[in-house]
C-alpha cells in the first residue's frame, strides 16, 4: 500500500502538518511518495562525496533564484564561468596558478557553505530523520519546483498519473480541512452537505520528536501488523469504486467503511498501546498531541477539488485532471484516501462522518 501526498510552493499548507503526516504515512504505509519542494536537498546532502562541482553550483543558483536572490544567482554564474575558463587555460603562469588555487579554495568554501546550511537546516526542521526511509526507498521525493527548474512532468499529469494507479492511495494532512468561505463549492448561505464519509483508523502520538532510528524501529512493528491489514483496505478499495458517491449509495458506503476496518478493529487498537516509544513517550509528558490517521471515501470530482481548494492546482488544471480520468472512469465514482489529523472530538460542520462511540 502506498501512499500519495503533494505539497506546491503555491499550496495555503503549514511544514508541521506535512512533516506529521508524512511520518504517520510511514508507519502505516508501505510507501510514501512525495511530490513538492520541502526535501529538494536530500539526494544532495544523501551523495554529498559524489556531487560535482556544477551540480554545486546549480544547486548554488538554483537556492537563490528560489529566494528571489537573483543578483547572487548571476555572480555564482559568473564565478563558476571565470573558474572553468581558469582551469581550462594552457600554460598557466606561477601567478595563474595561484589564482587558480584562490578560484578553487573559493568553491571549497561554496560547498562547505552548502553542506553547512543545509544540513543545519533539516536537522533543525528535523528532516534529518527521513533520511533512513529515503535511503531505504520507502520515502520517495519527487521535486516539484517550477519555479527553478524545467519539470519533465506537469503537477496535472503527475495527479492523473498517480490516481490511475491502483497501488496507490491519495493521502493528504489536516489542512483539506480548512474551509474557504468562498469556495463555489460549498457556498456560506446554504447549508454544509457531506462531502465524504471518514472513518478513524488508529491514533498516534506526536512523532515531531523521533529520530530516524526510532522511527524506523517503530515502523518494522507496525509493518508486522499492518501485513494483514493492506489486503482488507485493497479489496475494500475494489468493492467500492464501482459505486457512484451519492445519497443513493450512502448505506451501502457506510458499511464498507465502518464495517470492513472493524475486522482488525483488535489489531489497530493495540498497535499504539503497546508501542514501547509511546508508551514512554505517554509516561514523561502531560501535554502530548495526538493525530489520528483516517480512511476516507469521497468521489473522484470531489477528491480533486481537494488539490484545487489548497492552491495546488488552479481551475484549468482541475478541469484538464477532471476530463482527463473521465476518459477511463465515471468521476461521480468513489476513491479512497487517508488523512493524518489532530485527534479531535469535534467535527461539527466539516462533513465528516466518523464512527459513533460505544
Given amino acids: 500500500m502506498n501512499l500519495f501526498y503533494v505539497k506546491t510552493h503555491a499550496a495555503v499548507m503549514s511544514f508541521d502538518p506535512e512533516m506529521a503526516a508524512l ?17 529538494k536537498f536530500m539526494k544532495l546532502i544523501n551523495d554529498f562525496d ?24 548571476d555572480n555564482m554564474r559568473s564565478f563558476f564561468k571565470l573558474l572553468t575558463d581558469v582551469r581550462n587555460t594552457r600554460g598557466k603562469t606561477k601567478d595563474g596558478m595561484a589564482y587558480l588555487a584562490k578560484l578553487e579554495k573559493q568553491l571549497q568554501n561554496h560547498k562547505k557553505d552548502v553542506y553547512e546550511q543545509v544540513t543545519k537546516m533539516y536537522i ?81 502520538p506526536d512523532l515531531s520528536g523521533f529520530t530516524g532510528n526510532q522511527l524506523m524501529i517503530i515502523r518494522n512493528l507496525f509493518r508486522e501488523k499492518m501485513n494483514e491489514i493492506y489486503p482488507t483496505i485493497d479489496q475494500m478499495r475494489r468493492d467500492i469504486e464501482g459505486y457512484q458517491y451519492n445519497q443513493e449509495n450512502q448505506k451501502t458506503i457506510k458499511d464498507m467503511i465502518y464495517e470492513r476496518p472493524r475486522l482488525h478493529e483488535e489489531l489497530f487498537d493495540t498497535i499504539a498501546e503497546e ?29 480533486v477539488h481537494f488539490y484545487k481548494r489548497r492552491n495546488i492546482i488552479d481551475e484549468l488544471q482541475e478541469e484538464y485532471i477532471l476530463n482527463n480520468i473521465g476518459r477511463h472512469k465515471n468521476i461521480e465514482n468513489c476513491i479512497v484516501f487517508f488523512t493524518n489529523k489532530i485527534k479531535s472530538d469535534d467535527n461539527a460542520g466539516t462533513g465528516i462522518e466518523t464512527k459513533p462511540e460505544v
Fill in 23 to 39: 511520518k504517520t504515512g510511514l508507519l502505516f504505509g508501505r510507501k510514501v511518495i512525495s511530490v513538492g519542494f520541502n526535501f
Fill in 275 to 303: 508501542n514501547i516509544y509511546f508508551q514512554q513517550l505517554k509516561n514523561s509528558k502531560t501535554d502530548i498531541i495526538y493525530r489520528n490517521l483516517m480512511i476516507s471515501i469521497t468521489s473522484i470530482k470531489t477528491l
Fill in 50 to 73: 559524489k556531487v560535482t562541482d556544477k551540480q554545486i553550483v546549480d544547486y548554488c543558483v538554483k537556492s537563490y533564484v528560489f529566494n528571489g536572490q537573483q543578483a547572487n544567482a
Fill in 124 to 204: 533543525d526542521y528535523k528532516i534529518d530523520s527521513l533520511f533512513p526511509f529515503f535511503n531505504d526507498t520507502t520515502f520517495e521525493v519527487i521535486n516539484y519546483i517550477p519555479e527553478i527548474e524545467t519539470m519533465k512532468e506537469s503537477i496535472e499529469d503527475i495527479i492523473i498519473r498517480y490516481l490511475t494507479t491502483t497501488d496507490v492511495y491519495p493521502y493528504f494532512d489536516e489542512s483539506m480541512f480548512n474551509f474557504n468561505p468562498e469556495d463555489e463549492s460549498n457556498p456560506p448561505d446554504k447549508p454544509r452537505v457531506r462531502f465524504m464519509n471518514s472513518q478513524i483508523l488508529f491514533t498516534v
